[in-house]
Structures are given as C-alpha cells and as structure tokens.
Nanobody, 128 residues
Framework: QVQLVESGGGLVQAGGSLRLSCVAS????????MGWFRQAPGKEREFVTG????????YYADSVKGRFTISKENAKNTVYLEMNSLNPEDTAVYYC?????????????????????WGKGTLVTVSS
C-alpha cells in the first residue's frame, strides 16, 4: 500500500514560480511511475507530467513543457514539481499519483484510470 501526500501549493502571481512536493510512504522503487495531474475549476482532471522511478525518464504535457520540471529524490521517496512562468490557466488542484509500470518505458502521458495510488491534492492559484 502506498500513501501519497502533496504539499507546496499556494497563491502566486502570474509569472511566478512554485515547487510542489509529493512524499510517498510505502515501497516506491524500480518499476513504479509517479506523476502529477491537475484539475482546474469546472474542468476534468488532466495529466501534467510523469517520471519513471528506475530510469528517471520523464514525460510532459505540451501545455507545461519548458515551464514545469519533475524530479525525484530516491532517498526521501519524494517527487517534486517545479513550476515556472505560471499563468492563471495553471490554477488547479494538483494531484500526485503512482502506479507500477514494471519494465515498460514511459513514452507517453499517464492515464489517470491506470494510476492506482492518489494523493488528496494541493491547490495552486495563479493571480493575474
């Protein structure tokens, strides 16, 4: 069983930066993948980015490519989401998720239906 806890959300002005953290309690190793999703007000939850635990391979949604960076710290079982050049369209609840991928490579967006473990989310509000 894996439990995920996000932190780091808050209010930031457009153009600013924020770093989210997701700490996993429980075994995260090897073939696990961890990702970030977000749900804006009145919209469906969408994929943001993912990282494969063993290889460090990453994948980003086009909407955040070049602005957001996902990274991990193995010793702390933690995944980070560094968000730069934020704009009001980035306002959303950001969720951390994890699942087992085994040996499959991360070559595309993660599907939320395929993610077994979820955090409760952290709210990011970007003011104009």
């Amino acid at each position: 069983q894996v439990q995920l806890v996000e932190s780091g959300g808050g209010l930031v002005q457009a153009g600013g930066s924020l770093r989210l953290s997701c700490v996993a309690s429980g075994p995260i190793f090897g073939g696990y993948v961890m990702g970030w999703f977000r749900q804006a007000p009145g919209k469906e939850r969408e994929f943001v980015t993912g990282i494969k635990w063993n290889s460090g391979t990453t994948y980003y949604a086009d909407s955040v490519k070049g602005r957001f960076t996902i990274s991990k710290e193995n010793a702390k079982n933690t995944v980070y989401l560094e968000m730069n050049s934020l704009n009001p369209e980035d306002t959303a609840v950001y969720y951390c998720a994890a699942d087992w991928m085994g040996s499959r490579p991360l070559i595309g967006p993660l599907l939320q239906d395929g993610m077994k473990y979820w955090g409760k989310g952290t709210l990011v509000t970007v003011s104009s």
